[in-house]
């Protein structure tokens, strides 16, 4: 490798967020200051790393034109597709022209505002010389239950469980590969799995547990309090 190794950020963000019940995509809904997507990209762009943050926005989305980030030089505009890991691909394709195969890239979604720099930096400290990448990812506190309706099968052992958080970071062509190999399977749920199911072996970077999922109505009131106090 003779060429410097770049930083890019895909962030997919085409999903309507059902859950939530809401009149418009759960990104564009008001976080304090801002909506839930300003504050995610501002955070990607205040760790001071990518070259360009690629958004994966649905096209018929009429409020993402109306953001001054929308216009801002590192973040690039590319196509929603009908999954998440369609929208993601979307992504890296809108980068393929700067982005070399071995240049990394970190896969956030945008209904994950709480970021922090901390965590961009210690994943890319931990993985930079990793062969495959890796996840931020979460121990769970609970114990877990396998269950089938209202039946309990079982208790899993908590010791190998990890709940998966983004960013998740891979190189630019092997993720590229390892998720037009799988399009279209319904257990590629995010990328870590798009390379597992190609034989590879991801590694988890414990994260923060404030780096929260905006899901259901109640997730906003609990990302605005973590806010306040980071
Ligand atoms: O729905 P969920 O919270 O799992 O979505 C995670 C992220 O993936 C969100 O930021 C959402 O906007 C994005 N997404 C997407 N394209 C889809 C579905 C979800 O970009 N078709």
Partial sequence: ???????????????????????R???????????????????????????????????EDPYWPELALSKHEKIITAPGGKERADSVLSGLKS???????DDWVLVHDAARPCLTS???????????????????????HDTLKNVDGDKILGTLDRRHIWRALTPQMFRFGMLRAALEAT???????????ALEIQGFVPKIVEGRPDNIKITRPEDLALAQFYMEHQ
Avoid: C
């Avoid at 980068?95 to 195969?101: F, P």
């Fill in 95 to 101: 980068i393929g022209d700067k982005a070399n195969d």
């Fill in 183 to 193: 399009a279209g399977d319904p257990r590629i749920t995010d990328e870590a799995s």
């Fill in 25 to 59: 995509p759960k990104q564009y809904l008001e976080l304090g200051d801002s909506t839930v997507i300003e504050h995610t990209l501002s955070r990607l762009l205040q760790a001071g790393v990518f070259s360009a943050i690629a958004v994966a926005i649905s096209e």
């Fill in 1 to 23: 490798m003779n060429h410097q190794i770049h930083f890019w950020a895909v962030v997919p963000a085409a999903g309507v967020g059902k859950r939530m019940n809401a009149d």
């Fill in 118 to 140: 901390e965590d961009i930096l210690k994943l890319i400290d931990v993985l930079k010389n990793d062969e495959v990448g890796g996840i931020l990812a979460l121990s769970s």
